[in-house]
């Protein structure tokens, strides 16, 4: 198991970040491509030298919106994207996480339907081809994909990571988000021993706020712990500010 911290929105570089990580005595940071300087730094072919001048790792986090069950318009354009990043990426960038999203939503007499449950059997078709197309390209510039829940994610979602498991794809579990769906990740794993490469560990409560530090929830940080050193993961603190991390990092290593 590795532990790191997110790029934090209060930086303006990407060396600010892991000048905080070395203090910390994290392992990695995982950049996040919905940063501009995140992405200007990578253009610009610094960030290479900058973790190896701290002594720290990268994962990158792709774009949060990005849906891969959607129109192949759509999709295409946001695996242009990936592969710019993943080739600029290449020798640094460990692993990238993608959002599985669960899609367009009508609400009918204040109930949310989903058309991708809906239409669930063209949606998984067109979702695991997408995913093994990122993940072909990920591979391409040797870096691995894990696909991470989204917060509130809908109890269909449980088939669809079914489908996934039995393609074979590699997970993140965000803690976090699960509390807010009601654990739906967790309950899965009563039925499948889903492979997770990553994990987004924060503190959450009253099923409505995540992404809260250690010890300022409810969360049961320990039996994740496990589960994360079970699989050798990569572990972000996410946590989204220097002060919360401050208080986490020592939490989390003394559990």
Known sequence: MKVGMPQLY?????????????????????????????????????????????????????????????????VEAYLVLLERYARLGEGYIKQINMHLIPGPVVTISGVKNYIYEKEYDEYIKRLINNFKRAEDICNTYNINMVIENTDNIPEYTKRTYRDLYKAGFRFCYDIGHDHLSYDIVWNTLE???????????????????????????????????????????????????????????PLFKKL
């Open 10 to 74: 209060e930086y303006d570089t990407i060396e600010d970040n892991l000048i905080l990580a070395k203090e910390l005595g994290v392992d990695f940071i995982e950049l996040n491509l919905n940063f501009g300087y995140c992405r200007k730094e990578m253009e610009q072919g610094t960030v290479a030298d900058l973790l190896k001048k701290y002594g720290i790792e990268a994962t990158l986090h792709f774009y949060d919106e990005a849906d891969l069950g959607s129109y192949d318009e759509v």
């Open 191 to 249: 039925e499948i021993e889903l492979p997770f490469d990553e994990f987004h560990i924060h503190d959450a409560k009253d099923r409505k706020k995540c992404h809260l530090a250690l010890g300022e929830g409810v969360l049961d940080i320990s039996k994740f712990k496990k589960l994360a050193i079970k699989n050798n993961a990569y572990v972000v603190l996410e946590v989204k500010q220097k002060s919360d991390l401050i208080v986490s990092v």
